[in-house]
């Protein structure tokens, strides 16, 4: 077992390896001046970019296979496992997408996001447990894996949408897109403070022991591995020359994983400022000329036909395939978990970005605000709420 997981372990490496490179032969494929126009060296670059994509998503779908073997489920069952199993997803999704529509500048946005997304996930531990009792079961796969697969989908949507306003939005002027877009860009940024931070203090092999009282008044102990800025429920230092909290929060909320989420917050805002000061430019200046060559009407027709099949498989996986789960596991269809919450939330705004869509014509600018809004509810739920608020799922 030890073999295939290190086995495992290296072809998710080669997958985020091939998904760099990749990205390097899009960018030499969206180069140009004019819409419509592709030359042959450019096909070439769109051609290899494609080739090395397939090949780290063959990787990838191999790492996926041979830790579900290693481990005799799943991987599904855990942030590590989730969001690596999601970066896949969106990387399979902007395959199909790409066959379809033969455009490379949307790899030029969408590998870079699955980047982010897998490099995310590298910060959490990786091992292979056991499944708890309440995971034993075959919806495991049905509602997870479903409820990914729709989420990918629409961050194709998202990523299509992001390209449409790198392009349309005049950056030269100050006005309210302008700045939304940057706050976008700032918001991707922040994932990578993410990283950042953690790889930080995990490199200074930093721990910090405290005892703790949960929700449920029973005692339990807890390590952090940043700085403790925030202290769980009537905390007890076990580590005397470690920082003390600033500030005790209540049983609801994981203390120590919103610590982790404001170490990222000052990492990302930092390393956003870093950016800012060297290149004295808004980032959505720098990544505005790769999307110079965009056709808007494609843009707008992916980011719609992506929305029209990914909302559907999310309906199926986050809601009507969780509910039948959680009646068989909890006894009830629903329970205002804050998971549960923020799926139907997220289910509402695409539910709003179909109807705006048909019955008042919001396409183009509208529409791709509306993706990108989107994406970022989603990225909300799975990190925010999966790393802060307390609640049946917690376990993950």
Same mark, same amino acid.
């Given at each position: ?264 917050l000052l990492f990302g805002t930092l390393l956003y400022g870093l950016i800012r000061l060297i290149t004295r430019k808004p980032i ?25 099949? /990914? ?6 996986? $986050? *809601? !009507?395939?969780?509910?039948?789960? #959680?009646?068989?596991?909890?006894? +009830? =269809?629903? /329970? ?6 923020? $799926? *139907? !939330?997220?289910?509402?705004?695409? #539910?709003?970005?179909?109807?705006? +869509? =048909? ?8 529409? $791709? ?28």
């Amino acid at each position: 077992m030890t073999q295939l997981v290190s086995i495992s372990s290296n072809l998710l490496f080669v997958a985020f390896v091939c998904y760099l490179i990749a990205t390097l032969f899009f960018g030499g494929a969206v180069k140009g001046t004019k819409v419509g126009t592709t030359s042959n060296s450019e096909k070439r670059w769109g051609l290899l970019g494609i080739i090395v994509t397939i090949i780290g998503f063959i990787s990838h779908l191999a790492y996926f296979i041979t830790r579900w073997i290693a481990g005799g489920h799943a991987p599904v069952s855990n942030l590590f496992e989730f969001t690596t199993a999601f970066g896949m997803m969106v990387v399979g999704s902007f395959i199909l997408i790409y066959f379809i529509y033969k455009t490379p500048v949307l790899g030029l946005f969408a590998l870079p996001i699955a980047i982010i997304i897998i490099g995310y996930a590298s910060m959490f531990p990786s091992e292979i447990t056991p499944l708890i009792p309440a995971l034993k079961s075959y919806w495991l796969y049905v509602h997870v894996i479903t409820a990914a697969l729709g989420e990918s989908i629409l961050a194709i949507s998202a990523v299509a949408g992001l390209v449409y306003l790198l392009k349309s939005v005049d950056i030269s002027k100050k006005s309210k897109q302008r700045f939304w877009l940057e706050a976008v860009m700032y918001t991707l940024i922040l994932a990578v403070g993410f990283v950042a931070s953690t790889t930080t203090f995990s490199l200074m092999d930093y721990e910090a022991s405290f005892n703790y009282v949960d929700k449920e008044q029973k005692a339990k102990s807890i390590i952090y591995n940043t700085p403790p800025l925030f202290g769980m429920n009537e905390y007890e230092a076990l580590t005397p020359e470690a920082m003390t909290p600033l500030v005790e929060t209540p049983s609801i909320i994981n203390a120590k994983k919103l610590t982790t989420v404001t170490w990222s917050l000052l990492f990302g805002t930092l390393l956003y400022g870093l950016i800012r000061l060297i290149t004295r430019k808004p980032i959505s200046a720098l990544l505005k000329p790769f999307a110079q060559k965009a056709n808007l009407q494609l843009m707008d027709e992916i980011g719609y036909r992506a929305v029209s099949i /990914g909302f559907p498989i999310f309906t199926l996986g $986050a *809601l !009507i395939f969780a509910m039948i789960w #959680a009646h068989e596991a909890w006894a +009830r =269809f629903w /329970g205002w978990d804050p998971k549960e919450v923020w $799926a *139907l !939330i997220t289910w509402l705004f695409y #539910a709003a970005f179909m109807h705006l +869509r =048909f019955s008042k014509g919001w396409q183009g600018e509208k529409s $791709a605000w509306l993706a990108v809004i989107g994406f970022i509810i989603i990225m909300f739920n799975l990190i925010a709420v999966n790393l802060i608020i307390a609640g049946l799922h917690s376990y993950a």
